[in-house]
């Protein structure tokens, strides 16, 4: 058991750090009186307990993590920080375990699906909490954890190696680890305080804005209105949400190092950025004139602002909506659904297997085909100029194997405990992509409540699934990685 101290000893310290992170919701309470306060209380000194005295008790255990300790402390942040995240819901909205974890779930992992109702009454110290959760979420608790415990002679290097999302895990912006971290979370903050300027101009209140900044660059999909970006009905709002969707559904170590460069060269040799702009530009476009074609909005520039704000928003995981999209042609949701699979950038706040790993499984397929035409040719995948080297195409394929099999499991999973085949395979897509809404029963303008309590802990599994990018959570049931 002492081998675990050092692990238990820096959860202990994330951990007390989180309860800190109450504060915030817990100061708004009390200054607007919204009668959530007494929950943030037995909330806050819980966790902050819970927390100094798992630090307390492994307080000597100053070891370095090793590699399996990264891997094991990764799926103990992600898997028990929702236990202490739902408190609030659980003290103030009398929610069961099953539904306060999955929403606390739901936001750390930035999939924004929700089984709450009622948004727009429930007290705003708690929405305020649920887009803090995203937008924590949204860089990685781990990454936060990287630029701090380093002052606390804690090295985390292997941490970042298991939570950073991508095949391309050993590349760093700077020399040292926890400089990466630190430049990565200032930009992301900079961003964020541009957004909810950009929100306040286009009208939202302060709250608002604040809250629906957080849920944009986290890409998770909260919002305080039950309505989402429809209570405004604004195109100007919704203009300036896909902006920001956008930026954050690309690589932030690019737009690291393009504002530390001043250049946006970092965008242009960046390999999935005209990828991820084109697939959902060519979307936006194809799934607007279909709508128009089909008659569901008569007026094209109607049918372009509908599928604008809705595709980008499920093409990056976030899983806000303007309107009941469900309520479109099949095939529209359907697509919208596929682009969240593989959209979005690795290094982004966004779900799903990653553009880059889309791409080496495409250039891998269109090999195989030449090489059916010619056995003797020598084609090596190339990703920007550079030759893929066959243990990351490898672990690429695996990847995408692993992806389909968690899809078909999990579904046929859900099926099996009834619900129709189109809301299991969706909600099972959605939570795994950490997207958020699906389609019939958990569409956009539903919410998860309809599931039961078995059915949701399949979909909490999905998402922390998704989140850890599959492998980094299945290698701890793994045998060999107990083995001494």
């Given at each position: 058991m002492r081998a675990y101290y050092p692990v238990v000893r820096v959860f202990?310290?994330?951990?007390?750090?989180?309860?800190?992170?109450?504060?915030?919701?817990?100061?708004?309470?009390?200054?607007?009186?919204?009668?959530?306060?007494?929950?943030?209380?037995?909330?806050?000194?819980?966790?902050?307990?819970?927390?100094?005295?798992?630090?307390?008790s492994a307080r000597h255990a100053k070891k370095d993590l090793k590699v399996?300790?990264?891997?094991?402390?990764?799926?103990?942040?992600?898997?028990?920080?929702?236990?202490?995240?739902c408190l609030p819901?659980?003290?103030?909205?009398n929610a069961s375990f099953t539904d306060a974890y999955f929403e606390a779930m739901s936001g750390l992992t930035t999939t924004g699906s929700t089984v709450f109702s009622n948004l727009d009454t429930l007290p705003p110290s708690i929405n305020l909490w649920r887009g803090m959760l995203v937008w924590t979420g949204g860089m990685g608790l781990i990454v936060l954890a990287v630029a701090v415990l380093p002052l606390l002679g804690i090295g985390g290097r292997q941490m970042f190696k298991a939570e950073t999302p991508g095949p391309m895990k050993d590349s760093s912006l700077t020399p040292r680890m926890a400089e990466t971290a630190k430049g990565l979370w200032v930009v992301y903050a900079v961003v964020t305080v541009l957004c909810i300027l950009s929100f306040r101009w286009a009208g939202m209140t302060w709250f608002d804005a604040v809250m629906h900044a957080f849920s944009t660059m986290g890409l998770g999909g909260f919002s305080s209105h039950d309505?989402?970006?429809?209570?405004?009905?604004?195109?100007?709002?919704?203009?300036?949400?896909?902006?920001?969707?956008?930026?954050?559904?690309?690589?932030?170590?690019?737009?690291?190092?393009a504002v530390r460069g001043r250049s946006v060269m970092p965008y242009v040799r960046d390999p999935e950025a005209k990828y991820f702009l084109g697939v959902?530009?060519?979307?936006?476009?194809?799934?607007?004139?279909?709508?128009?074609?089909?008659?569901?909005?008569?007026?094209?520039?109607?049918?372009?602002?509908?599928?604008?704000f809705n595709v980008v928003s499920i093409a990056t995981t976030t899983g806000f909506a303007s309107v009941d999209y469900a309520l479109w042609p099949m095939f529209a949701p359907l697509w919208m659904l596929f682009l969240c699979s593989f959209s979005t950038s690795a290094g982004s706040t966004g779900g799903g297997i990653k553009m880059i790993r889309a791409i080496i499984l495409y250039k891998q397929v269109y090999r195989e085909l030449v090489r059916a035409m010619h056995p003797t040719a020598v084609w090596p995948i190339r990703v920007g100029g550079d030759p893929i080297p066959q243990n990351i195409l490898f672990a690429v394929l695996a990847f995408g194997f692993m992806y389909m099999v968690s899809i078909v499991s999990m579904t046929l999973l859900l099926s099996f405990s009834g619900l129709d085949i189109v809301t299991a395979f969706s909600a099972v897509v959605a939570s795994i992509n950490n997207t958020g809404p699906g389609l019939n029963q958990v569409g956009p303008s539903t919410t998860y409540a309809v599931l039961t309590?078995?059915?949701?802990?399949?979909?909490?599994?999905?998402?922390?699934?998704?989140?850890?990018?599959?492998?980094?959570?299945?290698?701890v049931f793994t045998p060999a990685f107990w083995r001494k």
């Open positions: 202990g310290v994330l951990l007390t750090g989180f309860s800190l992170m109450m504060l915030v919701p817990w100061i708004f309470s009390y200054s607007i009186k919204d009668g959530a306060q007494s929950a943030y209380d037995e909330a806050l000194l819980l966790t902050f307990f819970t927390g100094v005295s798992l630090w307390w399996r300790d990264g891997f094991l402390m990764v799926v103990l942040v992600w898997a028990l920080l929702p236990v202490f995240a819901f659980i003290l103030q909205l309505a989402s970006f429809g209570f405004w009905n604004s195109p100007l709002i919704e203009g300036i949400t896909i902006v920001f969707m956008l930026f954050a559904g690309m690589n932030f170590a690019t737009l690291f190092l959902t530009i060519g979307s936006i476009l194809g799934i607007a004139l279909y709508l128009n074609l089909q008659g569901v909005y008569p007026e094209f520039l109607t049918a372009l602002r509908h599928s604008a309590d078995f059915q949701t802990w399949v979909c909490s599994f999905a998402m922390l699934l998704g989140r850890l990018e599959l492998f980094t959570l299945l290698v």
